[in-house]
């Protein structure tokens, strides 16, 4: 008999990376969908670095997820039974629905995908959060402007790449921060970056006085930490830093020091704002259509790390996340 394979958090996590006995891993009934529901047989589950946070108790722009409760995920699938007069069986479609094979929904904040545009994978991918961050966070918070040196780290991710390719797209000078050789190659021969920075192989300053010969106008900041403080004193005057993530914070045993180069923020004049993909939802429509069209004309590379192994294997490969195990978008085939 077909059931659901679902992970329900049952611990909160100690400080670090997530371990297995925070989530009880179990075979369930497979829901049946009630009047105006739907019911999806996911195919990908989108791994976040947010989903650490998620798991926390105490402030954010999002509740924990409670205890008891399915591990939050985005994910996309396939409709396989609906009673829902919008949704049909067939319809591929992206939206929260958790760690979980098979899951009810309602249809709030569900998209339906086009698979003539791209695979269901890359909606969750490049065409769906992190696509949509990349976008926001370039080009409304980061404010990238033709002729711009824009620095993004974590720059072989699933933002930062796309990050890197939107600002060639916009006529930008476009560095990556990656971890490793491999990593950087590849930001430059396939991404088309026009210069890469490899921050475990030492002299982060220098590797990027040489690939920001005209200082720093935007620093798209992903990871935070030694990164940004080797950014900062590079700033040209009234630039800006769209805090998108803090990642080498996320997994940490003990509170980060402080940014020691803070005060470039005055004396440079910069402008420094967070943001959450969230706020922008109302241009998502906007976005998808450039991204789309971007994706669809080849401008546009989604590089893509899915994974096997199914639900049981959502700690392990969440984990990947936090050490640099993971090469582009990672999803697990579920
Ligand atoms: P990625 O695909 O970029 O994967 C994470 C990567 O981060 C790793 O592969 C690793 O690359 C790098 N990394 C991990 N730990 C460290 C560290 N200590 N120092 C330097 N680099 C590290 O993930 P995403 O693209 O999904 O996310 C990237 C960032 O964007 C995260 O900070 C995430 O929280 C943020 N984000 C924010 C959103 C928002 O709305 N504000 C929405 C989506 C994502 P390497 O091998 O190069 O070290």
Known sequence: MTMNRVARLVKRPAPGLVTPECFEIADEAVPEPGDGEFRVRAEYVSLDPAMRGWINEGKSYVP???LGEVMRAFSAGTVEASRHP?????DQVVGLFGVQTHAISDGTRVQKVDPEIAPLQSWIGGLGMPGLTAYFGLLRVGAAKEGDTVVVSAASGAVGSLVG????LKGCRAVGIAGGPEKCRALIEED???????????DLGAQLDAACPNGIDVDFENVGGDILDAILPRMNPFGRIAVCGLISAYTATSLPPGPKNIRFVLTMRLKMQGFIVFDFAEDNATALADLGQWVKAGKLRLREDVREGGVDAFVDTLNL??????????????
Request: glycine share 16%; proline share 3%.
């Open 165 to 168: 390719q939107i600002a060639k």
């Open 64 to 66: 924990p997820v409670s």
């Open 86 to 90: 919008d949704f049909k069986e067939g």
């Open 192 to 202: 088309g970056f026009d210069a890469a920075v490899d921050y475990k192989a030492g």
């Open 321 to 334: 996340l936090y050490t640099g195990g993971n090469f582009g978008k990672l999803s697990l085939k579920v």
